[in-house]
């Protein structure tokens, strides 16, 4: 082999290597950012991974929200129509956050498999609902109870 070509072999090789890398890191911080969505029967079922940080939503259910009148602590409980979860969350939820409308949290699970919420995303407009809240509760039925008594309230 002459050297010219063992010069470009090598040169071919480090920018293989370079990218192989980069494209390493990239996969590897994306995945630590990932946040898998469950609904509160995958929930139920144990389906989520230990320590994980996930989002879980569905629809706030009447009469769950209880808050804390010394803190900014809420508890409140979320369905999808076949299995419940309830959530904590420190902070000030949205102001359209509501019960009977679908919100979004984002935490992770608790020993007692309650989610810790540190952020609590709610439907911006009347019409409009998160696209895993809306997937999971057609799954469930739910969906059309939903949207019969948004119609009610109107």
């Known amino acids: 082999m002459n050297p010219v070509r063992k010069k470009r072999l090598i040169i071919i090789l480090a920018i ?3 990218m192989a890398a980069t494209v390493g890191l990239a996969v590897f911080a994306l995945s630590e950012n990932i946040n898998l ?5 995958e929930i139920a079922a144990g389906k989520v991974p230990a320590d994980a940080r996930i989002r879980a939503g569905g629809l706030v259910k009447e009469g769950s ?3 804390n009148e010394d803190a900014l602590t809420v508890r409140f409980v979320v ?9 904590e969350y420190r902070g000030i939820l949205p102001d359209l956050f509501r019960e009977g409308q679908g919100i979004v949290a984002l ?26 809240v809306s997937d999971a509760l057609e799954k469930t039925g739910m969906l059309k109870h939903y949207e019969a008594t948004q119609e009610s309230k109107k």
């Open 107 to 132: 935490g992770r699970l608790n020993a007692q498999g309650v989610l810790v919420s540190d952020e609590v995303l709610a439907k911006h407009d009347e019409n409009y609902m998160p696209p895993e």
């Open 65 to 67: 929200v209880q808050r």
């Open 79 to 87: 369905t999808d129509g076949d299995a419940d979860v309830t959530i």
């Open 16 to 18: 293989l290597s370079g």
């Open 37 to 41: 969505f469950y609904t509160p029967t």
